[in-house]
């Protein structure tokens, strides 16, 4: 596959799994359609290699959001809040400037990408050593931060497992965000009695974002 620079219609650059699944979740959701944002499937070996990937994403990572007019956006959040403001019009899937839950949606949103999203790829990373071979010093101080940025931060904000969604009874992009993060934190291969979704409310939150109807647009992708 060779790549246009710049494209022609306003691209999404996304890995399988990677963390452009935060955005891409929200533009199947939304059902935005190809002619408004396409997104481009690339593998690992193309972001770190393909001469033309490199100059829309010079660090050779994604998500990446390319313009026709060679203006690139990358962060996972800032991408998501974008593609939000631009085609949740009737929001859906965030709320309005204006609305009492919009700070706390924002918090969750800077959260995940300031704190969240860090912790559990270098876990993801460190975990992809198979077990006998892990050095426990590398695991270790993760899985704590981990504990603290991740399961404390939901256990808090989900209320104990009163409040299904971050946001309350609804279903919103923060939980695409935060959903993202523990779908990946079940991939990592914890040490023994460190699962990485043992506790219950967080267990029970991986679920509920899962079965979200939108979620299986994203796995079908
Ligand atoms: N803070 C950035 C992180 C970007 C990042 O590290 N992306 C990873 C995937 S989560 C990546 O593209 N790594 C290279 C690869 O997967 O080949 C964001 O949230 O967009």
Known sequence: MSFLHPPIV??????????????LWALLALEVPETEVAVVPVSHAQLASDPTLAEISPRHVVPVLAYPDGTTIVESGAILLHLLEKFDTERKLHPAPNSPLRAKFLQH???VAAEALSVVIGLYYVTRTPKEKRDRADV????????TVVIEYLERELDHGKRPYLLGEEFTAADMA????????AFCDGE???DTLVNEVVKSYHIRCSQHESFDKLVKF
């Open 178 to 185: 935060f959903g993202y993060v523990v779908m990946t934190a």
């Open 10 to 23: 306003p691209t999404l650059y996304h890995v399988e799994w990677g963390c452009s699944s935060i955005p």
């Open 192 to 194: 023994e009695g460190e």
């Open 109 to 111: 949103l800077f959260y």
């Open 140 to 147: 270790e101080p993760l899985m704590k931060k981990y504990n």
